[in-house]
């Protein structure tokens, strides 16, 4: 089988299915002892991995249907695709994460999100889902019901998603400037108002005392200047991770483009960020941003050995159950690692002890040790009633996602 994407374990399942039609999708699923789904392989932890069989939506008939404010799509699109027929049709997703290439179900089923105070996850965006279950029948969840909240943040333990209707809102033009050499102090000192500052605002750091601040301005907008913070506006375009060549970010320097052209960090045509690498990201109520980057800070001589680059966001609120950001605007902080899972694992767990007086909550398809996930989740027991109402078979179980359930 082949690897995930940051090259660092090998799927162990038996078999692979690629469904070219619902009908063959719900055969595999019937026949199938256990099961998982695999989006783009954007996963940097077991939870897509099965014994059994292993199913990709990449042959899966292409669905594109807008509606009032709405567009039905197929769920395994890559979001880059989605954007850009999107576009043609004057629309647009108000929030698009750091890179377009993950598949619009693997970013949904995770609670992956983009940055900005007031844009929420892109699971948030979700109206309705059409999910093929272990007895290979169909079921449709719509925004209101009384189990829908529990069906988009599932990491596919509930079966296969094959459409979703997602919110959308007229296109819009975004230009993106970076701010160099933020002092850490004025980040965290002025915090809510840095973060405010733009529609769209990632604050780039290795912990080593200052950090860079990529702030996307809708062209609508009033743009506000980051100058007074004592950072420096980019006189050329700068890759989020330190010594890498910028040839493979989306445009800065002010340049007004589409939003899906200025909203993701990097462009759908390259491979995003480094390649092989490893990742985690924890989110904290947003009232705590300041104290939660002062403990990670103090950090530093213990974080900075293994890392890549940081970057912290802000995400609005949400109703989903097992969303990391449910009923709380976050402050995110996630972190790019070097390929050493050890020496990662070992920092994670001192990174989890600092931030551990604001109950972190970690994102689900990327790497931490949390021993408690689910004392994070007022529904997490209600959540795991739903998997054995739309999963009696277990067929969709695996062991990460179990022992986070028996733990």
């Known amino acids: 089988m082949s690897t995930n994407w940051a090259g660092n374990f090998t799927f162990s399942a038996a078999r692979a299915a690629h469904p070219a039609s619902?009908?063959?999708l719900q055969d595999v699923v019937r026949t199938a002892d256990s099961a998982r789904v695999v989006g783009a392989g954007h996963s940097f932890s077991t939870i897509a991995d099965t014994g059994g069989t292993l199913i990709s939506l990449d042959r899966m008939p292409e669905v594109f249907e807008v509606g009032d404010g709405s567009v039905r799509v197929s769920a395994g699109t890559r979001l880059a695709r989605l954007a850009e027929r999107l576009h043609a049709a004057g629309l647009a997703l108000p929030a698009m994460p750091s890179l377009p290439h993950i598949t619009i179900i693997?970013?949904?089923?995770?609670?992956t999100h983009g940055s900005g105070n007031a844009i929420p996850s892109l699971a948030s965006l979700v109206r309705s889902l059409d999910?093929?279950?272990?007895?290979?029948?169909?079921?449709?969840?719509?925004?209101?019901?009384?189990?829908f909240d529990g069906a988009v943040v599932a990491f596919g333990s509930l079966g296969v998603v094959v459409a979703v209707e997602l919110d959308v809102v007229p296109a819009f033009e975004?230009?993106?400037?970076?701010?160099?050499?933020?002092?850490?102090?004025?980040?965290?000192?002025?915090?809510?108002?840095?973060?405010?500052?733009?529609?769209s605002v990632s604050a780039f750091t290795t912990w080593q005392g200052?950090?860079?601040?990529?702030?996307?301005?809708?062209?609508?907008d009033t743009r506000h200047d980051l100058s007074w913070t004592g950072a420096t506006p980019a006189t050329e375009p700068v890759h989020p991770v330190p010594g890498q060549p910028a040839l493979h970010c989306t445009a800065q320097l002010g340049v007004p483009g589409p939003w899906h052209e200025r909203l993701p960090h990097f462009r759908a045509d390259f491979t995003p960020s480094v390649g092989r690498e490893l990742q985690s990201e924890y989110f904290v109520a947003r009232e705590h941003a300041a104290d939660a980057l002062r403990a990670l800070n103090d950090l530093s001589a213990e974080i900075t050995p293994v890392l890549l680059t940081s970057e912290v966001r802000t995400v609005a609120a949400d109703a989903q159950w097992l969303s990391p950001v449910h009923d709380r605007p976050s402050t995110a902080f996630h972190f790019t690692w070097q390929p050493d899972d050890a020496a990662v694992r070992a920092v994670l767990r001192k990174i989890e002890a600092a931030l551990s007086p604001w109950r972190p909550r970690a994102h689900w398809g990327k790497l931490f040790e949390l021993a408690d996930p689910g004392e994070r989740y007022p529904h997490w027991a209600r959540f795991a009633e739903l998997r054995d109402e739309l999963d009696p078979t277990r067929t969709f179980r695996n062991p990460l996602v179990?022992?986070?359930?028996?733990?």
């Open 174 to 199: 975004v230009e993106q400037r970076v701010y160099q050499d933020m002092p850490f102090d004025a980040l965290v000192e002025d915090v809510d108002a840095v973060f405010a500052s733009a529609y």
């Open 106 to 111: 693997g970013a949904c089923a995770t609670a």
């Open 210 to 220: 200052v950090a860079h601040v990529f702030a996307k301005h809708r062209t609508t």
């Open 22 to 24: 619902v009908e063959e």
């Open 402 to 407: 179990d022992g986070w359930f028996t733990g």
């Open 131 to 147: 999910l093929v279950t272990a007895d290979g029948g169909v079921t449709t969840l719509t925004r209101g019901d009384e189990r």
